[in-house]
């Protein structure tokens, strides 16, 4: 059971460290390494959505793994995120339409946002029932 | 829900990890159950059931809060 885990785990590591890198590469690609070909740009691109999907499988075998405690952490803390993500990603996106701030609302912030809720909230339902 | 999880499985010489490894949850749930922090699935529930050689009614008890 440990090694499964732990072989699963490193599988969704695999594919989260190689979709952060083709996203990377997608995003300073066409600038800094073959001067806006648009060719490589796509091909980039579709790089990393076949990693995305591979990472979004990976996390999904992991999820499948887990025992019935583990998944009612997991989902309360992606309940959680999914509703403070809709409320503040729409209050961020206000403050940007109406011109409260100058900069405009960048998604990055929102998934930002997103990583650091689920993984407080990870701590906090861990927490209440470990 | 009360439970009397960790009194039958020290009566059956069994540490957390050997009854989470042999009901397929980790030792993490089985120490949640014994503390009545988390109430388990009826699946792992009667295998409990089948470990301890008693009905569920046995060592779970409803507790309205």
Known sequence: ?130 | MKNRVQELRKAKGLTQEQLGEIIGVSRQTINAIEKEKFDPSLPTAFKMAEIFNLPIEQFFFFTKD
């Open chain 1, 1 to 130: 059971m440990k090694e499964e885990r732990k072989k699963r785990t490193l599988q969704l590591a695999f594919w989260t460290w190689t979709w952060v890198i083709t996203l990377a590469m997608a995003t300073f690609g066409p600038k800094i390494l073959w001067a806006e070909n648009n060719l490589l740009t796509a091909l980039a691109i579709g790089i990393n959505l076949a990693n995305g999907i591979g990472m979004i499988l990976a996390n999904r075998k992991l999820f499948n793994h887990y025992d019935e405690l583990e998944r009612k952490i997991h989902l309360e803390s992606m309940a959680f995120t999914l509703g403070a993500s809709v409320v503040v990603g729409l209050s961020y996106s206000l403050i940007d339409q109406t011109n409260l701030i100058n900069a405009d609302a960048e998604i990055g912030f929102l998934v930002m946002f997103i990583g650091i809720t689920y993984m407080l909230a990870l701590l906090i339902n861990r927490k209440r029932y470990l």
